[in-house]
């Protein structure tokens, strides 16, 4: 199974992630960020506008779910992906691409409403992050489009990241 943990920067997700592969027996974290940032270190860089999002470069939702795949097979277990996605073509393909290999996936979205998120993003670092800033707008749109409809949702802003962390743990139950 894949335990996917969706959502904005701020939300907790990396936080989070490491926390409920503590409470599932025989589970990994798979950074699925580190296959984008493979394709940044590609030189000459790639073409297309994946320059200022490695997502929207084709190869990166294939590879992501590759990879997945064939790590699920060598080790067997859960993997937990903690990665945003707020483009629905893109979820479509990874979740597709999933399928096709029998892969169970439950998708989690870690909610916190707009200032609580602005104020987590600008609370991490000394000079906020403007990339992070960015994504509350198009998290926005994406929550009430389409994401919050196809992930269950678990609402952080009063949680604290354990917290959290057990929703998930306890949705997904004990793992053969």
């Known amino acids: 199974m894949i335990v996917w943990l969706n959502g904005t920067h701020g939300a907790g997700k ?8 503590q409470l599932i027996p025989g589970s990994r974290v798979f950074d699925a960020e580190k296959v984008g940032e ?3 270190d590609i030189t000459p860089g790639l073409p297309g506008p994946g320059r200022e999002n490695f997502q929207h470069w084709p190869p990166w939702r294939p590879l992501v779910v590759e990879t997945a795949r064939h790590v699920f ?4 277990g859960t993997l937990v992906i903690p990665m945003t996605v707020l483009v629905e073509q893109y979820w479509r393909e990874i979740s597709a691409g999933l399928a096709q290999h029998s892969i169970e996936v439950r998708h989690f979205v870690l909610h916190a409403d707009q200032d609580t ?5 600008e609370g991490e670092h000394a000079i906020p992050s403007p990339f992070r800033l960015a994504h509350l707008a198009p998290y926005a749109e994406a929550a009430r489009t389409w994401l919050h ?3 269950e949702v678990v609402d952080t802003t009063h949680l604290t990241p354990a917290e959290a962390a057990l929703r998930i743990a306890e949705a997904v139950g004990p793992r053969p």
């Open 73 to 76: 097979d060598y080790a067997g």
């Open 117 to 121: 998120l602005r104020g987590r993003i």
């Open 149 to 151: 409809d196809a992930a």
């Open 14 to 21: 990396t936080t989070t992630s490491a926390l409920v592969q």
């Open 38 to 40: 493979t394709l940044m």
